[in-house]
């Protein structure tokens, strides 16, 4: 009996706020241009850096004959890298999927993968090739790992007893992949696709501010920086914005018509094949394999393109310019110096990112009207480009390390908020009743359910958040305060010291890897100790 | 050729790995199920049932000891398309219409479709889905899906014939006349069968045997010999003999 009513008011209560949060949506909304307005038109804001809406949409205009060449630009980066990129991602996820070998040789290729900030490699890039070639890579890079890893998911939680029925009558791998797997795995991998979208955007966008070419959207913010026009900047960032938004809606909306299903905006940051079988022996040649691998495929593709030496450094030739050359001892004093800058930043912007998110988090578990009127925005954000803003935000806050941790909180905030509030959503509601039951306080829930609950959620956004915090430090550092690592990659491009633009890329990806593993090693102790699974 | 298209089990164990623990799911299981007979095996839920089934299919592998489907090899018979099957729970594909799900077996054997559409269409019409032929399982209930399913099991066919409670989901009256076109289709094919079920008058009706199982360890404990005339009509559900039958399983099944 009190069941049946609590159940029929909590009915009632929900149907009434999600009239009442559309309207609420939009007046928020309206609300906010308003406030926007006025700032703008009295710039208020850091002496006229934020312009008014209107501002921004007049200067659109008049700028309206240079963004079709940009914006195409762009576009043809992100299309073919996101062509590429997804085609081989499913290859490779369909290859781990059936081969649990192949899955745990690829492991550090996958992790160097995900976790390389792209800005690092982007002067490589532009150094090594030509033309679209920097953006295609940088766009198909982004997609990559999202692909790769739903595919895997995909296929791997492929109905067992639809598998039986083909087995049954003989079929075997290709038929299993054929006639079932493939086919059951296509939502999850439209679900990447959705993701991959906005990623291929800003892979294109930040090979773009790598040099080479004269358009695309990214070059066109680096051309426009020293301008001193922030309404152009505004709609430059729009535009890069609505551009990933609608590659976004576009992926959506065709996953919502082949599947009738829309997933959460949750990233995959688990490499597959962790679960080791077989001999110690074994297990370590796997692993040792698997760590080699990335260093070799380096060094084979310099092999075949056949850049010159001087310009490609093979990993010996890394190691040779960082301890060997007469100049090593200056290099390393230089790479020191910069990374004492940058690290402390990664870190503590990266700490104050996921504890806000946390916060936040557990916060609209007690109060759910948090979560459900900023949890929009979150999503917005999480296929914002939000680290080719940049330069928006250096108006704003100006070039002192402020500017970094801002960045750098903004890109890892959201993507972990998104993360915890789905994981802390879908775990937590049988349990808390429990508690619930028993007249605990919101304290009380917290303490016994939500946070126990949301310990394997705050890994994987600890796990999604490393790479972020690092490129966004790095962008900051390059196109901001001119300090650490970012800096220190953007000059060595002027002096063309490709030892150095070489070092710093290898040496930011193994930091992000070995920060990524470090996340992973913890996460393992902690969670098998009390019986938990990573969240994906 | 009805000769060489029985199913022997000999000695067969299956062991399953737990936490710490180890489940011996079948203990020494020996069974030989003639040409063309028909089998109902009965028996407490986790006795290995569906792990014999599964087995015999070729989907599992037997810890020790031998199992024979028309003299070959389970995979070999599965690939040369002798066998059918039904499973516990339909295992249809969602995405998958009605007639596609049925011939499902046929793309796995590499069979020409059109060659079979006046077998599919007949099949549709026997379980009683004509007019869904273009519904996606979805869109079913329960016991529409398990009908797909024991047509999808009969298109091809098949020689041998594997049904894990393939009637679990169907309301009675439906479950009394799908037991009676089984036996039609079974009359007609003389296809070696297998029909795993919790139902003893299901069991006793359609079956020549009926081997009754015991759990922890999974074994055989009793085979009772169904006697009856064929064609069996309704009507002998509530014959005397029917029932003490029925007493005999239902003993066999308590332990005795
Ligand atoms: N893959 C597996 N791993 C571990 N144990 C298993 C596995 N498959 C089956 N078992 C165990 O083997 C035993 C027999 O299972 P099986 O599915 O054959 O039972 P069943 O007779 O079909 O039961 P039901 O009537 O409920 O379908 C059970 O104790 C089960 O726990
Ligand atoms: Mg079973």
Redesign the pocket.
């Known amino acids: 009996m009190a069941t049946e009513t609590a159940l029929g008011a909590s009915v009632g209560t929900t149907r009434e706020t999600s009239g009442f949060r559309h309207w609420s949506a939009l007046r928020n909304a309206a609300i906010l241009l308003v406030a926007w307005e006025v700032l703008g038109r009295f710039k208020l804001v850091a002496g006229g850096a934020l312009p008014a809406p209107t501002e921004v949409l007049i200067r659109f205009w008049s700028d309206r004959g240079d963004y079709p060449a940009h914006i195409l630009a762009t576009f043809q980066g992100a299309s073919l890298g996101f062509l590429i990129g997804n085609g081989l991602a499913i290859l490779a996820g369909i290859l781990f999927a059936v081969s649990p070998v192949a899955a745990r040789l690829g492991r550090g290729l996958n992790v160097a993968i995900f976790a390389l900030p792209p800005i690092a490699i982007s002067p490589i890039l532009v150094l090594t090739f030509s033309g679209m070639t920097p953006r295609v890579v940088l766009a198909a890079l982004g997609c990559y790992f999202v692909t790769m890893s739903a595919t895997v998911t995909g296929i791997s939680q492929t109905d067992r007893r639809m598998l039986d029925v083909v087995r049954a009558y003989g079929g075997g791998r290709l038929a299993l992949l054929r006639l079932v797997e493939i086919r059951a795995a296509l939502p999850a991998i439209l679900a990447g696709l959705r993701v991959a979208a906005p990623a291929a955007v800003l892979g294109s966008i930040l090979a773009e501010f790598g040099g080479g070419g004269r358009f695309g959207l990214g070059a066109y913010l680096i051309g426009s920086l020293g301008r001193a026009d922030p309404a152009r900047l505004w709609g430059i960032g729009l535009a890069a914005t609505a551009m990933a938004l609608i590659a976004y809606g576009i992926f959506a909306l065709i996953e919502a018509r082949l599947t009738r299903s829309t997933r959460a905006v949750t990233v995959a940051a688990t490499p597959p094949g962790i679960r080791s079988e077989g001999s110690w022996l074994s297990t370590i040649a796997i692993t040792l394999a698997s760590i080699t691998l990335p260093f070799l495929v380096w060094w084979l593709l310099l092999k075949v393109l056949g850049t010159p030496a001087m310009i490609a450094k093979t990993p010996a030739g890394v190691f040779d310019y960082l301890f060997l050359a007469p100049s090593a001892t200056s290099a390393q004093t230089r790479l020191l110096a910069a990374l004492g800058q940058t690290l402390p930043m990664t870190l503590i912007g990266m700490a104050a990112g996921l504890a806000f998110a946390f916060l936040l988090a557990l916060a609209s578990v007690v109060r759910p009207g948090i979560v459900r009127s900023f949890m929009p925005v979150a999503l917005v954000t999480q296929t914002m480009p939000l680290v080719a803003l940049t330069p928006l935000l250096v108006l704003l806050l100006g070039r002192g390390p402020s500017v970094i941790l801002w960045i750098t909180i903004s890109v890892t905030f959201f993507p972990a908020f998104v993360t915890l509030a789905q994981g802390l959503g879908m775990v937590s509601r049988g349990a808390l009743d429990v508690v619930r039951a028993y007249g605990a306080s919101p304290f009380t829930q917290l303490r016994l359910v939500s946070i126990p609950a949301s310990l394997p959620y705050l890994f994987a956004a600890m796990r999604l958040a490393v790479p972020r915090a690092l490129l966004g430090v790095m962008i900051a550092e390059w196109l901001a305060t001119g300090t650490g690592l970012g800096n220190l990659l953007n000059q060595s491009r002027g002096y063309l010291d490709y030892g150095m633009i070489w070092t710093v890329a290898v040496v930011s990806v193994l930091i992000s890897v070995l920060f990524y593993q470090i996340v992973i090693v913890i996460e393992r102790h902690v969670l098998r100790k009390r019986g938990m699974q990573p969240a994906v | 050729m009805t000769s060489t298209t029985g199913i022997t089990l000999e000695t067969v164990s299956r062991s399953f790995q737990g936490r710490g623990t180890v489940v011996q799911a079948l203990d020494n299981v020996s069974l030989n199920c003639p040409a063309g007979s028909f089998t109902a095996l009965i028996g407490p839920?986790?006795c290995g049932?569906?792990?014999m089934?599964r087995l015999a299919l070729g989907l599992d592998d037997a810890t020790s000891g031998d199992i024979g489907i028309a003299g070959m090899k389970p995979q070999q018979a599965a690939k040369a398309g002798l066998t059918g099957v039904a499973f516990?729970d339909a295992a249809l594909m969602p995405w998958r219409s009605v007639e596609d799900n049925i011939a499902l077996p046929l793309d796995v054997l590499g069979r020409k479709r059109a060659d079979f559409s006046a077998k599919i269409a007949e099949l549709i019409e026997l379980v009683g889905l004509k007019g869904f032929e273009k519904a996606l399982p979805g869109e079913l209930s329960g016991g529409m899906r398990q009908r797909v399913a024991i047509a999808r099991a009969l298109v091809t066919d098949p020689k041998v014939l594997f049904l894990?409670?393939p009637f679990g989901a169907l309301d009675q009256i439906l479950r009394r006349q799908m037991n009676l076109e089984l036996q039609r289709i079974w009359m007609e094919s003389r296809a070696t069968t297998l029909l795993?079920t919790h139902g003893i008058d299901e069991a006793v009706f359609l079956a020549d045997r009926v081997v009754v199982m015991q759990s922890r360890p999974g074994r055989i404990g009793k085979i009772v010999d169904i006697p009856l005339a064929r064609p069996r009509l309704p009507e002998v559900f509530t014959t005397p003999e029917f029932h003490a039958l029925e007493d005999q399983v239902a003993e066999a099944l308590d332990g005795h």
Request: charged share 30%; no cysteine.
């Open positions: 839920s986790g049932k569906s792990t089934l516990q894990d409670e795993v």
